[in-house]
């Protein structure tokens, strides 16, 4: 499963890259006006090309129009901003035909705020680079985020569907152990939680027990 960060907070992404194992960004509406302020469009476009320059891989960067055409003109603008650049547009009806327009001209796609495995259906088939269904959003409303992960897998594999299942609105490690084992194809990650994954009490503590052990020889080695 690859694993994307989702922040555009620069500080984050050049952390999580510097351990070696990030594949990709999300970023969202809501993120960026956190990070870029006062929030132009020129800023906007500054900061998603400092993302890309910053990691070798996809950077998903979300439209902010709500019809058809005006998307794929946006979602273009977008796409010039860098080869790395992944137009995320909506799971609404003109999303779904932003994303036929912008994949029929060769532009990666990340249907967002997928909530059913029906909008998940409906982007694959308007030929989405990504489909993002939310699961923490899901859990949120007592509803089985991870069942629609399972669900769109499922679908995906049954029709040898070529869409990556995008695991969005990850809250904590016990969901991206449940994304690996469902078969997402990556799953998109806040850096809190990326941090947890490192983490566990029983490493601390042998950790600890290893080094008070190994203090002569430590001392040893820190002289030679
Ligand atoms: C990613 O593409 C989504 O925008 C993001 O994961 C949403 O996460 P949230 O529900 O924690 O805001």
Known sequence: ????IDTANLDEIREAQSLGVLDGVTT?????AKEVKPLTYEAFRDHIKKICEMVHGPVSAEVTTLKANEMIVEGEALAEIHENVVVKCPLTVDGIKA?????AKGIRTNATLIFSPNQALLAAKAGATYVSPFVG?????????MLLIEQIVTIFRNFEIPTQVL???????????ECSLLGADVATIPFKVIEQLAKHPLTDIGLQKFMDDAKALREKVVKA
Do not use: W
């Open 167 to 177: 695991a969005a609105s990850i809250r904590h490690p016990v969901h991206v152990v």
């Open 28 to 32: 969202n509406p809501s993120l960026i």
């Open 137 to 145: 959003r899901l859990d949120d409303v007592s509803t089985d985020g």
């Open 1 to 4: 499963m690859q694993f994307f």
């Open 99 to 103: 994303i036929k327009a912008l994949s």
